[in-house]
């Protein structure tokens, strides 16, 4: 769509102002909330994209409330252009260190060859006294503890997208919908998309079984 054409769009009856520091999808809901519409068919309607998903365009919602569009982007959280990175230089080549078996061996071959003292083996091997004495306390290193699970957007929700899925309504689109609609929620599509087919239970592949005495093509089979 062409600048004159963004134009041409008409004004929402019911304006209202974004909060500073406020996301552009609960500036969207606010509006959709003051003028009667579904907040799902208004965000639908500023990405311009047929398909409803995607990011709002800032110059459509600039059309429909009257404001420009570098003000929105000032006042929205999320409605600022990606600032353009310096392409980097080469990086230097990264010194590569021994894992933490090898490590242990070292520290243990040198303090019994040459009698270093924990402060000496703490120099030499640039570790924390915990790590040397821990490398002469045992011959294995300690298995990492597992990293705590980061949390994600859909967390929050969860519950939620479960009941929908148990109850039929599992359909991403549908999802996606009454998240915004009824749940003051906004949540990618590609993120609820993924979570429902990792939910959805892998189907075993089904083995063809071959006839035990095929027939070949031109061959009578023999009769009584």
Known sequence: M??????????????????????TD?????????????????????????????????ERLAALTGRPPEQLEHVLADASSPRRRRKPGPNPTPVKKPNKRE????????????????????????????????????????PRK????????????????DSMIESGHGRPRDIWVKLMDEHETSISYGTIRQYVQD?????????????????RPGHQPATD
Request: aromatic share 6%.
């Open 2 to 23: 062409t600048e004159a054409q963004e134009q041409r769009l008409h004004q929402l009856p019911v304006q209202i102002r974004p909060r500073p520091g406020e996301p």
């Open 26 to 58: 609960s500036y969207i809901r606010r509006l959709a909330r003051a003028n009667h519409l579904k907040p799902s068919y208004l965000h639908g309607f500023l990405t311009g994209s047929p398909n409803w998903f995607g990011k709002p365009r800032l």
């Open 103 to 142: 490590l242990y061996r070292r520290i243990r071959h040198d303090a019994e060859t040459e009698g270093l003292s924990l402060r000496s083996l703490v120099r030499r091997h640039n570790v924390t006294w915990r790590t040397v004495r821990a490398a002469l306390d045992s011959l294995e290193p300690r």
């Open 146 to 161: 597992p990293l705590p699970r980061r949390p994600t957007a859909i967390d929050p929700v969860q519950h939620l997208i």
């Open 199 to 215: 939910r959805e239970p892998r189907r075993p592949r089904r083995r063809t079984s071959l006839p035990t005495n095929p027939v």
